[in-house]
């Protein structure tokens, strides 16, 4: 198959469908074993330094890589894609568009799904049969993350690790779906975390931190029960056609959308703080304004940019946060 890059989530069975075989370039860019060097490579090609480092990863891993063609989102991800395609196709990149409507209407996105497939040369039908095809493997995300919140028995690294790669089913997703069901078999065998830890959500775009954050955060007596966008990513209402899936997709959408499932999820997965993760010069990180105002549980808001580790402030601040959770908790408790 041959491959097509993309830059964020998007109808990865009409990819599959037209005989392309995805490859989410964030995915390649994190997991570099020197993503600085990826950034580098955008830097020295003239991405100015106060550009989203998400971006010029891309840009960088696309190179690096070799990818001859990348489907990009161009409304409902990184208002700085638009451009990045204008760089690309300066690069002899071939570039393909792909805009979420504004608002999660069916009808709209009815509308660009059939573009889409009509520009890669297949039909809604054959990417409806994917859309089967991929049920066992959206099904396993989500039961990882059922084990993670409800049974204690999977790591919030884990459910980070295998629901973000849903993008892209690490790029071969018959392989995925069998490591994933030997995972959640190894699960189902462990014990359950303490229930003394403190049970933490993540919001907002996956870190630049890559493990270091979930980590840290277990040798503290915590662990990320609620993953946003990663779960996002594993379509957690896939309807009954792919218009109705990506109309469920909240992260495209208005960030009341966003709210909606957050709120329900904070409540049902008995969340204690919630770390709100904001990237440096991305215009989503005003959102955080809105996340303070209407979300009723202690939020700390990192920002990261191209950190690729947390740094001794970070973890002192992430350390401070878990220790005011505690100490409320135990003043519940006394009351």
């Given at each position: 198959?041959?491959?097509?890059?993309?830059?964020?989530?998007v109808?990865?069975?009409?990819?599959?469908?037209?005989g392309?075989?995805?490859?989410?370039?964030?995915?390649?860019?994190?997991?570099?074993?020197?993503?600085?060097?990826?950034?580098?490579?955008?830097?020295?090609?003239?991405?100015?330094?106060?550009?989203?480092?998400?971006?010029?990863?891309?840009?960088?891993?696309?190179?690096?890589?070799?990818?001859?063609?990348?489907?990009?989102?161009?409304?409902?991800?990184?208002?700085?894609?638009?451009?990045?395609?204008?760089?690309?196709?300066?690069?002899?990149?071939?570039?393909?568009?792909?805009?979420?409507?504004?608002?999660?209407?069916?009808?709209?996105?009815?509308?660009?799904?059939?573009?889409?497939?009509?520009?890669?040369?297949?039909?809604?039908?054959?990417?409806g049969?994917?859309?089967?095809?991929?049920?066992?493997?959206r099904?396993?995300?989500l039961?990882?993350?059922?084990?993670?919140?409800?049974?204690?028995?999977?790591?919030?690294?884990?459910?980070?690790?295998?629901?973000?790669s849903?993008?892209?089913?690490?790029?071969?997703?018959?392989?995925?779906?069998?490591?994933?069901?030997?995972?959640?078999?190894?699960?189902?065998?462990?014990?359950?975390?303490?229930?003394?830890?403190?049970?933490i959500?993540?919001?907002?775009?996956?870190?630049?931190?890559?493990?270091?954050?979930?980590?840290?955060?277990?040798?503290?007596?915590?662990?990320?029960?609620?993953?946003?966008i990663?779960?996002q990513?594993?379509?957690?209402?896939p309807?009954?056609?792919?218009?109705?899936?990506?109309?469920?997709?909240?992260?495209?959408?208005?960030?009341?959308?966003?709210?909606?499932?957050?709120?329900?999820?904070?409540?049902?997965r008995?969340?204690?703080?919630?770390?709100?993760?904001?990237?440096?010069?991305?215009?989503?990180?005003?959102?955080?304004?809105?996340?303070?105002?209407?979300?009723?549980?202690?939020?700390?808001?990192?920002?990261?940019?191209?950190?690729f580790?947390?740094?001794?402030?970070?973890?002192?601040?992430?350390?401070?946060?878990?220790?005011?959770?505690?100490?409320?908790?135990?003043?519940?408790?006394?009351?």
């Amino acid at each position: 198959m041959n491959k097509i890059g993309i830059t964020t989530t998007v109808p990865i069975e009409i990819l599959l469908a037209a005989g392309y075989q995805p490859v989410d370039l964030n995915n390649v860019f994190i997991a570099d074993p020197n993503p600085e060097r990826l950034i580098n490579i955008a830097e020295r090609a003239g991405f100015p330094l106060n550009c989203c480092s998400w971006i010029k990863g891309i840009y960088g891993a696309c190179l690096e890589h070799k990818i001859d063609t990348i489907l990009c989102v161009t409304t409902g991800d990184c208002s700085n894609t638009v451009m990045l395609m204008e760089v690309l196709k300066l690069k002899g990149i071939k570039t393909i568009p792909f805009a979420y409507p504004d608002r999660p209407d069916r009808q709209k996105m009815q509308d660009a799904l059939e573009s889409l497939a009509k520009t890669l040369n297949t039909t809604l039908d054959a990417a409806g049969q994917v859309k089967e095809e991929l049920k066992p493997c959206r099904r396993l995300a989500l039961k990882l993350d059922e084990l993670t919140w409800k049974q204690g028995v999977a790591s919030g690294l884990e459910n980070h690790l295998w629901l973000v790669s849903s993008s892209d089913f690490n790029q071969d997703y018959h392989n995925y779906q069998k490591e994933l069901k030997e995972l959640v078999e190894k699960c189902l065998k462990r014990p359950s975390y303490p229930p003394d830890w403190l049970r933490i959500a993540y919001i907002g775009v996956p870190s630049v931190y890559g493990q270091d954050l979930y980590k840290y955060l277990e040798t503290k007596g915590a662990r990320v029960v609620f993953n946003e966008i990663q779960r996002q990513f594993a379509m957690p209402h896939p309807g009954n056609s792919l218009a109705e899936q990506y109309s469920n997709y909240t992260y495209p959408y208005s960030i009341y959308d966003r709210l909606k499932d957050i709120t329900a999820e904070l409540n049902k997965r008995r969340v204690d703080g919630v770390i709100h993760y904001v990237q440096a010069f991305c215009y989503r990180g005003i959102g955080d304004i809105i996340f303070r105002n209407k979300l009723k549980l202690p939020i700390l808001t990192l920002e990261g940019n191209d950190e690729f580790s947390l740094t001794h402030h970070l973890k002192t601040r992430v350390e401070a946060f878990l220790d005011m959770l505690h100490r409320s908790r135990r003043r519940t408790k006394i009351a």
